[in-house]
């Protein structure tokens, strides 16, 4: 997709084709679900999530919550 002039990630999903937009409201929804108290946001014409997908339907999302979960844990001391 070109990069969207969508204001928020609501409107960019809804410009979406079909094959692509169930793959990532289902990645947004994962996102929502394990990063609470990260903000959602748009940059560079597409939501800022750390990962880019060129193959929505190969998405490996158990894989992609484990790594979630790992940005979401709290950190520990400094050694």
């Known amino acids: 997709m070109v990069q969207s002039r969508a204001e928020d990630?609501?409107?960019y999903l809804a410009e979406l084709p079909d094959?692509?937009?169930?793959?990532?409201?289902?990645?947004?929804?994962l996102c929502r679900a394990e990063?609470?108290?990260f903000r959602e946001v748009m940059a560079?014409?597409?939501p800022g999530e750390c990962l880019r997908f060129r193959t929505p339907e190969?998405?490996?999302?158990?894989l992609v919550r484990d790594l979630l979960r790992a940005t979401a844990a709290?950190?520990?001391p400094a050694c």
């Open 19 to 29: 094959a692509r937009r169930g793959a990532l409201t289902e990645l947004r929804a």
């Open 44 to 46: 560079y014409g597409m």
């Open 74 to 76: 709290p950190r520990g």
């Open 9 to 11: 990630v609501d409107q």
């Open 35 to 37: 990063l609470t108290g």
């Open 58 to 62: 190969k998405i490996d999302f158990p």
